[in-house]
């Protein structure tokens, strides 16, 4: 009689027979192992498959039961035989898939968190802000739903065309389709007259002809649909409302190439065939108007600009040499004064971290910060006025004006210095220890006092007894009762050790709170679980960008499929010969 805790498994294929297993114990593995052992073969040569679906092995990270598979007693098992090299593919290519949706796990919980944290109004943990801007760098204003929905789907956006370049079609379509469901949380009059969105959908469509999937026919067909819906609404008619804002420049004619040369695929393979020429012919007519003469580039390349900016100005200006420079030199002013506005930013929110944050978590403002400095308040003390009152104005004056409430605004101050001085001596400590020196010692050396590297001599050169005396003598003078506990809450002793209420420390003064890699903010944003890789990188994937990187396309590839299409229809498309059977490129 078997044990309640077993199963029996019915095995067919390469062995075929009843197995007894604990399901709860027993992972993929070992059920591979077992029947290649009664096979006489490699585990290598075994697939499993269950339900339908082979059986995958656990990688070190999971322990994944039969049972939690949904293997039970009496389930069925096919076991097949597959070469050794198969064998080895399979497992790789699962590997593969294995790492490919970790990967793109981490992408969504990261453009979650980052724009979680950026849509809120809150203090930033990083040292910048993302922002939503229009096509002129001027900032645009959502709610604070849409702002994060809005973020999440540009930052996928963007992680989306990063594998597009890379040629990584199917997961760019997977990145995609998660920030086409972002924006889908806002609200459409919000976003109506964002181009944003219809870019999306051609770059969806864009993967799917790549990918040569003719499954996705009727879907494309849709999504081009809602693209030239949306452009037209963004861009207005003929995109006069585009060119008017980028004044006069043609820097859209690419994007409209390419929706064309999909619209003229989609209209192909639907037996279309007249709308399908139409479609391509202007596509072409449109990718001959984007080729960039040599003798005009060689021009502006003179003038000092790198092949690749003179070809896109020379695009986006219809070939005109001087129209193209005008715009490269706008291009350029825009790139420093961004750079010198990304520097203000990062001061601003050192400044605000050293502040602290509101009660709501929010950063203080400096404008108004600005305005109550202006009147004669002390920085400082203003700013924790600020930050106790949500960046009320009027109360925040009326806690200056208020002498019982401007003490209690003193003392937060002092208070919020001496957490921070306690952090900085933490930290300094945290790094000693990590260099491989003895806590006691460290802490004997560091209430010394001197500076970093005073402290480091004095640990280095001189023996234990030495720099543990000053720490002996502190604790000595605080607490008679005999603890001897190592601690690095140094401020504890201050009435012991020092006259001064907030005492310092040059050995933590001389050290930056980048250097400690400490956060010296107030009761900042909670430290939370991030993916500072990933994150990173997508930070980095949005600096690279601009506001016309979504027009700024290659259509080196789009030239060869509208030729190839158009010589299709030439040889017997528009007499219903042509065969739809999968899209080619």
């Keep these: 009689m078997s044990s309640p ?12 027979g009843v197995l007894e297993v604990e399901p709860e114990n027993w992972t993929v593995l070992m059920l591979r192992e077992e029947i290649a052992k009664r096979s006489n073969m490699g585990t290598e040569s075994i697939n499993l498959i269950f339900a339908g679906k082979v059986l995958k092995d656990c990688n070190s990270e999971e322990k994944n039961s039969l049972s939690q598979l ?4 009496n389930s069925k098992i096919l076991a097949c035989r597959v070469s050794v090299e198969e064998g080895k593919t399979l497992k790789n290519e699962l590997l593969a898939d294995d790492e ?10 990261a453009v979650t968190a980052l724009s979680k944290r950026h849509a809120d109004g809150a203090l930033p943990i990083e040292d910048f802000d993302i ?26 956006h963007t992680s989306g065309k990063r594998f597009i370049r890379k040629q990584m079609f199917s997961d760019a379509l997977e990145v995609l389709t ?14 109506e007259l964002v181009d944003n969105i219809p870019i999306l959908q051609i770059d969806m469509v864009w993967c799917y002809f790549m990918l040569q999937d003719i499954d996705w026919l009727s879907v494309a067909g849709l999504r081009l649909e809602k693209a030239r819906e949306g452009l037209e609404r963004a861009h207005g008619k003929d995109s006069s409302r585009f060119r008017l804002l980028q004044a006069g420049c043609s820097s859209e004619l690419a994007l409209y190439l390419r929706l064309e040369l999909l619209e003229g695929v989609v209209a192909y393979h639907s037996g279309q065939f007249d709308k399908s020429r139409k479609f391509l012919t202007s596509a072409q007519a449109k990718f001959f108007q984007l080729q960039v003469p040599d003798e005009a580039l060689s021009v502006v390349m003179s003038i000092g600009f790198g092949e690749q900016d003179a070809k896109r100005a020379l695009r986006m200006s219809n070939q005109d040499v001087q129209s193209a420079v005008n715009f490269l030199v706008v291009e350029r002013e825009k790139r420093e004064q961004k750079r010198e506005d990304d520097i203000c930013r990062r001061n601003e929110i050192k400044k605000q971290k050293r ?33 106790k009152n949500e960046n009320g104005t009027q109360e925040a004056l009326d806690d ?32 000693l220890v990590s260099m491989g020196f003895e806590r006691s010692r460290v802490i004997g050396a560091v209430q010394a006092g001197g500076s970093l590297e005073q402290v480091m001599h004095q640990l280095l050169t001189h023996p234990r007894a030495d720099t543990t005396a000053a720490a002996d003598d502190c604790s000595n003078a605080h607490d008679s009762s005999g603890n001897n506990n190592a601690s690095t809450d140094l401020n504890a002793n201050d009435n012991a050790c020092a006259p001064d209420s907030t005492p310092t420390n040059p050995a933590v003064e001389n050290l930056s709170p980048d250097t400690l890699g ?3 903010s107030n009761e900042g944003p909670s430290a939370e679980q991030r993916d500072l890789e990933m994150e990173d990188e997508i930070a980095d994937e949005l600096t690279r960008g601009d506001a016309l990187s979504d027009y700024n396309i290659d259509v080196t590839q789009e030239g060869d499929a509208i030729n190839e299409y158009l010589a299709l229809l030439d040889s017997g498309g528009g007499n219903g010969k042509a065969s739809s059977s999968q899209l080619s490129h």
């Excluded at 805790?5 to 075929?16: E, H, N, P, Q, R």
């Excluded at 949904?70 to 007693?73: A, P």
């Excluded at 409430?405 to 790094?431: F, G, H, M, W």
């Design 178 to 191: 998660m920030g086409e469901e972002a924006f889908s949380l806002c609200n459409p009059k919000s976003i």
């Design 400 to 431: 200056l004006t208020n002498p019982e409430a401007n003490t209690e605004l003193q003392r937060a101050i002092e208070s919020r210095k001496r957490k921070r001085q306690q952090r900085a001596t933490d930290a300094t400590v945290e790094r």
């Design 131 to 156: 922002e939503l801007e229009d096509q002129s760098g001027k900032k645009v204003h959502f709610s604070e739903t849409d702002r994060q929905a809005i973020m999440t789907g540009l930052m996928l």
């Design 70 to 73: 949904g293997i039970k007693n």
């Design 5 to 16: 805790s077993m199963a029996k498994l019915k095995v067919a294929g390469t062995w075929a």
């Design 518 to 520: 400490i956060d010296n």
């Design 355 to 387: 502040y602290g944050v509101t009660p709501l978590k929010k950063a203080v403002d400096l404008q108004k910060l600005t305005e109550l400095v202006s009147i004669g308040f002390e920085k400082e003390l203003a700013a924790e006025a600020l930050r």
């Design 100 to 109: 490919r949706n970790r990967r793109l796990a981490r992408i969504k919980a």
